[in-house]
């Protein structure tokens, strides 16, 4: 078991559908991410809240938007999505701000099918 | 820019030794290693900042030599439960964000 909780485990849904992903940690962490991993790749970072700011979005698209409600919850919220992002959706956090000399937990992430 | 990892598979058998390479073409801060086994989250292992320094966890140990922009995973004495995905993770700047490699599959046998 890890400490950063990912629900749903599974999350099946149409194109027209809207969903939300949920990440919750009580370590006190300063930092929270969303990764998207597909099958035999490495995760691929999607946004990061540093202090409860949005402060990296890598260039992803509109359809995916992040929220941070407080410290503990990071919430990814899912609109018109396509088939091809289908994929693991990991959160992880950090005890600071960022990465830099300070180890990532994972959840064990939420396996989405979009049909 | 992906980090490239070496080899992309490897096969032990229980007892046997690995090395895992990791290398940049862009000047690193730090390195980080992580497994993940098949349908888990990513466990960390273990942080390299500049410095060359190595470090050692159990029979796992790496380095990082910062002028080759590289670093080596080294796995002794494997056990079957070091069977898993590893990937490296660099960063290029205090504060960037880790990208990670294409990831090396390592499965142990008995």
């Known amino acids: 078991d890890t400490e950063v909780t990912q629900t749903p485990k599974h999350l099946v849904m149409g194109m027209t559908n809207k969903k939300s992903l949920k990440c919750e940690q009580h370590?006190?962490?300063?930092?929270m991410y969303w990764y998207k991993q597909k099958a035999k790749k490495p995760p691929e970072l999607m946004f990061v809240?540093?202090?409860?700011?949005?402060?990296i979005n890598e260039s992803v698209p509109s359809r995916f938007s992040p929220e941070c409600p407080n410290s503990s919850l990071l919430n990814l919220h899912l609109h018109a999505l396509q088939p091809e992002d289908s994929a693991l959706y990991l959160c992880?956090?950090?005890?600071?701000?960022?990465?830099?000399?300070?180890?990532?937990?994972f959840g064990n992430g939420t396996r989405l099918t979009v049909t | 820019q992906q980090p490239v990892q070496s080899p992309q598979a490897v096969i032990l058998r229980e007892g046997e030794d690995a090395v895992i390479n990791c290398s940049s073409s862009?000047?690193?801060?730090?390195v980080h290693w992580y497994r993940q086994k098949h349908g888990e989250a990513p466990i960390f292992l273990m942080i390299?900042?500049?410095?060359?320094e190595q470090k050692g966890h159990d029979k796992i140990s790496a380095s990082f030599n910062e002028k080759k922009q590289q670093s080596s995973l080294y796995l002794t004495a494997s056990q079957l439960s070091y069977s898993g995905t590893y990937f490296c993770?660099?960063?290029?700047?205090?504060?960037?964000?880790?990208?990670f490699g294409g990831g090396t599959r390592l499965m142990v046998k008995p």
């Open positions: 992880a956090s950090t005890p600071v701000g960022s990465s830099y000399n300070s180890p990532l937990h």
């Open positions: 370590m006190g962490h300063r930092a």
């Open positions: 809240y540093s202090y409860e700011k949005l402060s």
């Open positions: 862009k000047a690193l801060y730090s």
């Open positions: 390299l900042l500049k410095g060359g």
């Open positions: 993770g660099t960063e290029k700047g205090a504060g960037n964000m880790l990208t």
